[in-house]
């Protein structure tokens, strides 16, 4: 130009030595996070994780607790489940009457049955709840049940506990009625009582337990548990599932 100076650029004029820029097209830019949301998360994180170590640490510690409390409890008092078996059974009263109207017959009995209930621990108390028994013979005829009160057994005792149980005009099967009557006379019936309570442990002056207990005493006949021959062990369940013999 004559007065020296350089020609303006027009608007929109780009220099084909500068480096272009490339621009995302639109919908596909990456946002823009600050940097205190990373740290945000990071803070949760980090506390998320100390407390789930903390907590497993608690439960791992509160189970070595009570393992060795178990542990110390056990060689301390050595504790043994009780023991019952079935002693003795009085007839008062056994009587059949038929009705061949109908083919049935009455029932009329009063017995006596004598468990024997024996705490064998020497540390130990036993606590028995509300005691129920029923007894049937040839585990057909029902002859009744009856209730005891709960009771303390105190440590390396032996308990007797006497039932009284009976009915009147029990209906029953009239054939079966003269087959048991026979076998009551022969002494050959099978005898079978059923005891249901519950026990729990005594520690000076605490209870611990009183899970429900269902003893079975059976298998044997009236001839040989009246006359000392026989004094079979009962059987032991508690929880449904643990028997012990």
Known sequence: ???????????????????????????????????????????????????CCCVCCLVVFIIIICAISCALFYIWFQPKIPSFHFRELELDRFSITPNKRDGTALLDSKAIIRVEAKNPNTKLKIHYGVTEVSLNLDEEVDLGSTTLPGFVQPPNNMTLLKFNVGVENEVIDSSSGTRLSTRVKNENTEVNA???????????????????????????????????????????????WITIH
Do not use: E
């Open 194 to 240: 059923a005891v249901k309570t519950k026990v729990g442990v005594g520690i000076w002056k605490t209870k611990i337990g009183m899970l429900p207990v269902n003893v079975n005493c059976g298998g044997i006949t009236l001839k040989q548990l009246n006359d000392g021959s026989g004094s079979p062990k009962c059987s032991f369940n508690t929880l449904r």
């Open 1 to 51: 130009m004559a007065d020296g100076q350089p020609l303006k650029k027009p608007p929109g004029y780009m220099d084909p030595a500068t480096p272009a820029m490339r621009t995302p097209p639109p919908g596909q830019r990456k946002p823009v996070v600050p940097p205190v949301f990373y740290q945000t998360n990071k803070k949760k994180r980090n506390c998320c994780r100390i407390c």
